[in-house]
Nanobody, 123 residues
Framework: QVQLVESGGGLVQAGGSLRLSCAAS????????MGWFRQTPGKEREFVAN????????YHADSVEGRITISRDYAKDTLYLQMNSLKPEDTAVYYC????????????????WGQGTQVTVSS
């Protein structure tokens, strides 16, 4: 089992920044792919970024490239999503996820999910 707990969401003005955190625990998560997804009402969960916990390249959706960055802190067992230059269209519930497979962008391929954290960007 893998447990994921997100934090760091909130209300921010357009152009502002937020950093989301995802504290991970469990016996096997260090071999997993870790990802961030987001969802707005009535829409399917959308890929934001992912990375292998063990290391390697990071991948970001085109819509966030250059503004939003995924990273991880091995010592703290924590995944981060640094979000800069936020836009109103970034408003969503953001989820941290872990999957035993490769670097999929399809949310259905992930096995474990956090509870989600709301990010609201005002114009």
């Amino acid at each position: 089992q893998v447990q994921l707990v997100e934090s760091g969401g909130g209300l921010v003005q357009a152009g502002g920044s937020l950093r989301l955190s995802c504290a991970a625990s469990g016996r096997t998560f260090r071999s997993y792919t870790m990802g961030w997804f987001r969802q707005t009402p009535g829409k399917e969960r959308e890929f934001v970024a992912n990375v292998r916990w063990s290391g390697g390249s990071t991948y970001h959706a085109d819509s966030v490239e250059g503004r939003i960055t995924i990273s991880r802190d091995y010592a703290k067992d924590t995944l981060y999503l640094q979000m800069n230059s936020l836009k109103p269209e970034d408003t969503a519930v953001y989820y941290c996820a872990a999957g035993a497979g490769p670097l999929y962008r399809d949310w259905k391929q992930y096995d474990y999910w956090g509870q989600g954290t709301q990010v609201t960007v005002s114009s």
